[in-house]
């Protein structure tokens, strides 16, 4: 069952991690991704579709209702980095992008998991 972000007691925090290295983690990848219900809103869509859908160790995975959100803030010729969209949202409304950090100084974009690497210790049942 899905859940609206809406519903959630703090609808801003609303995420989900699910690891794909477990039959169970690649059937839900599945399922959420190739849903018409549940829209999906990607930064750079295209690249990480294309990823899931060949990628080895996932079933062939064919993503449907995904907005490529980086889309809307981009010129027909040339993509706005994710940087300058949040600078720009943050000029217009600061409360938008809450404590999000700078992009160049967020320690996000620095996590094994960005490099695709193992980015936690297993098992995870201990």
């Not at 600061?94 to 098992?123: C, D, I, W």
Request: net charge neutral.
């Amino acid at each position: 069952e899905f859940v609206p972000a809406a519903a959630a007691p703090n609808p801003s925090s609303v995420g989900l991690l699910v690891h794909s290295k477990c039959d169970f983690g690649k059937e839900l990848i599945k399922r959420v991704m190739e849903s018409e219900s549940v829209t999906k809103l990607i930064w750079g869509a295209d690249s990480d579709l294309a990823s899931l859908r060949y990628q080895l160790d996932l079933p062939s995975i064919r993503s449907q209702s995904v907005i490529d959100v980086q889309l809307c803030f981009s010129e027909k010729k040339k993509r706005m980095g994710m940087g300058r969209m949040l600078e720009h949202v943050r000029r217009i409304n600061p409360v938008a992008v809450g404590k999000l950090p700078e992009k160049e100084h967020g320690e996000f974009y620095f996590l094994p998991s960005t490099r695709n690497m193992q980015s936690t210790e297993l098992p995870y049942t201990e």
